[in-house]
C-alpha cells in the first residue's frame, strides 16, 4: 500500500502510517525484520460431506477424532510436500487433506484446522487429488477460484496471458494492488490496503487486440477480510460487469513452489500502475512475526501490497505483502495456500459494515516512556 505522506511506515494490520524515530545503519537480522513494512501457511484443506466443504466448525464424522500434533509419538508433521487425498469413508463423507503418518490402523489426515486420526476400516476409497489428472490447460473450478495445469513459458508470455488479471485497488487516500480470482467479480488483495474504508474502487485493464485499456469499477464492496492473514476478499458490483468480460487468474499450490525458482511481480509500487519485476524465491519458509512467509529477491515496493506472485507458468503462488525498508531483494509474499483457505472459509471472516469491530485490528499501544 502507498499512501502520500513521506518517511513513515506502516505497522502491521494498520491502514495508517505512523511515524517511527530515525535510527542508525540496521546492523542485525532482526532489526531489519523490526524494519518491514506492510507492502501480510496452512493448506488447503477441508472436512467435507459429499459434495459439499465444510467449515472449520463443521462436525466431524462418526469414528473421526481430532488429534493434535503432539499426540503422534515418533512422527514429524509433513510441511506440504505432500500431496492432497480425497478420502471415501464407510458412512458416506468423505475428507480431503494430506496424508502425514499412516499406521496399520490408522491414517492421519491434515485438514488444516486440526489433523484427523481415521480408521483404516471406515476408509473405502483414496483418490489424489492433483492438477497432473487433468488435461493440460484444462481449468478445475474450486468454487470461487479456479486451478489449471499449465507449461512454463517466459514472463512476456505469461504477461500477455494474465496480466489483465491484475487490478489497482483505491482507497481515499491510498493504492494497492490485488488480482481477479472469478469471472463474476472476486478480488483478493492485503486487508492492510482495505480495512477501516468505507470507499473502496479497482481500476482494470482490459485487453482489446494489441492494445490495454483502463477502466475504473466504483461499486466495490468488501466480502470477507482476515487481518490475522492480511488478506481481504472484494466485490465488483454485477451492474459493473455488465457487457464485460474479466481475465482471471489461476492460483497454484504452495507445495510444488521451490527455493530458486522463478517467479514474477505485477502490480502499481509507488502507484506505477502494470510495473512488472522478476526475481527467484530465496526461502519459502520465511518466519516473521508468528507467520510464513514466501521471501523473494522480485522487487516489491509500497503499491505493490495485495498484488499476485506468479510462478513461470502464470500460477499464483503469493500475495505481495511485506518488505523490509533501505534494502533491495528482500521481498516477502503470503503463500497462496493461505489465500485459497481463505477463500473457502470466507464465511468465517465475513465482513460487517454494521460492526465496529468487523475489519478492524487494534494494535496494542506503545509503551510509557520513562
Known sequence: MIRPERGKLAQPGDSHMLTRPTRSLLTTCASLLAAATLLAPASAAQVATPG???????PVA????PLPSADLPGSVLSSGATSEEDVRLSDGASIRGRIIKETEENLFVDVGFTVLQVPRANVLARTPVSLDVAEPGAEIRRGLYSQSSLPEVTVKEAVARFGAGVVQVKVPGALGSGFIVSDDGYIITNAHVVQGEAEVS????????????KETLKKVRLVAVNQFADLALLKVDDSELAGRKLTKVFLGDSSDVRVGESIFAI???LGLERTVSEGVISTTTRAIEGRIY???????NPGNSGGPMFNRKGQV?????LKIMYTDGLGFAIPVDAVRQFIENREAFAYDRESPNSGYN???PPRRQR
Request: hydrophobic share 35%; net charge negative; charged share 10%.
Open 362 to 364: 487494534y494494535v496494542t
Open 294 to 300: 514466501l521471501q523473494t529477491t522480485a522487487p516489491i
Open 62 to 65: 462418526p469414528g473421526l477424532r
Open 317 to 321: 503462488i503469493g500475495v505481495n505483502s
Open 52 to 58: 459439499e466443504a465444510a467449515a472449520p466448525d463443521a
Open 202 to 213: 479497482v481500476v482494470i485493464y482490459p485487453n482489446n487486440g494489441d492494445e490495454s485499456q
Open 267 to 269: 502490480g502499481s509500487p
